[in-house]
């Protein structure tokens, strides 16, 4: 089977050092199998939208010589057809609506849902909106991730049914990105740790749709000095790509890879040509949040 890989950012803001490391990495996986790398624009949520941060982003990864494979995909040039999975679900009864409130599901002990919406069979009308959620006939108790090995879910997680189109209408990004990776056939997802947690939740739709899932690496986070990670909701500062090369060993030292010697003497494609030949993803740190950012 071909490898394909992919990057897919939402367009919340500029590439920081968190975000270019992910970049870069997927890159890495995806090329050193001989593989495609795909770009995909994660534009799901137009409140957290910034204007223009798509096409910098694009921009930014073309300056970087990280150069993706076929046409970037827009999430939302894809509604509607998020929009007949998810009523076909519905008509299967295997999502329901669900009108509880934020505030209902944070008093209880676990803050985790009750799936108390499952059987009260509420149908949308016009004054009120409500979630859709999917019930969890598929609960994932534990998966592997390549890189920072076995995981757990919890009892009260796995049996939670999620939210796949969240109470303003706007498909979740769990329901969104395994249609995605799956129609475009993605073979390994390698993205930050900070999705570990959600990644079981993804898993059980790849089971409900009967879908052969992709392999998983979890990438560390990049933390700045309050230990808090590197986001774009933070302003997490973009990075600077006037030193590409600097900037690939950086991130590349961040990911355990061997760093050439000579690497002042290479150009940027030699340098991630050489990043490429030697790409060992057995070394990327273990530890699903590390190193402290020296940059912000
Ligand atoms: N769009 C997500 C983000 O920018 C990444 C999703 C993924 O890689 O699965 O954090």
């Not at 008093?107 to 009308?125: A, F, V």
């Not at 808090?228 to 590349?252: C, F, P, R, T, Y």
Request: charged share 20%; with cysteine.
């Amino acid at each position: 089977m071909n490898n394909v890989g992919r990057f897919a950012p939402s367009p919340s803001g500029e590439l920081h050092f968190g975000s270019f490391v992910t970049a870069l990495g997927s890159y890495l996986q995806a090329k050193s199998k001989q593989g495609q790398w795909l770009v995909r624009i994660e534009d799901l949520d137009p409140p957290r939208e910034v204007v223009g941060a798509a096409d910098n982003i694009l921009f930014t990864l073309d300056k970087l010589g990280l150069h993706w494979d076929q046409d970037v995909v827009y999430q939302s040039s894809r509604l509607a057809h998020y929009e007949e999975i998810l009523n076909l679900l519905i008509r299967q009864q295997v999502a329901y609506y669900c009108d509880c409130s934020r505030q209902r599901i944070q008093q209880l002990p676990t803050h985790i849902y009750d799936n108390y919406c499952q059987n009260r069979q509420l149908t949308p009308n016009s004054t009120q909106s409500m979630a859709v959620r999917l019930k969890q006939t598929f609960p994932i108790c534990c998966f592997i991730d390549n890189i920072c090995q076995r995981q757990r879910v919890s009892q009260s997680e796995r049996l939670e049914d999620f939210v796949i189109r969240r109470r303003d209408g706007l498909f979740a990004y769990n329901f969104a990105v395994v249609i995605d990776d799956h129609e475009q056939g993605i073979t390994e997802v390698v993205r930050g740790a900070d999705l570990l947690p959600v990644t079981a939740k993804q898993l059980s739709l790849y089971h409900l749709f009967n879908w052969h899932p992709p392999s998983y690496y979890h990438l560390p986070l990049v933390l700045n000095q309050h230990k808090d990670k590197l986001s774009k909701q933070n302003h997490a500062q973009a990075i600077n790509i006037n030193n590409i090369k600097q900037l690939i060993v950086d991130g590349l030292q961040f990911l355990g890879q061997v760093i050439p010697t000579d690497w002042q003497d290479a150009n940027r494609e030699q340098l991630l040509q050489w990043a490429i030949t030697h790409w060992n993803i057995h070394c990327v740190p273990k530890n699903d949040q590390i190193l402290l950012s020296t940059d912000e």
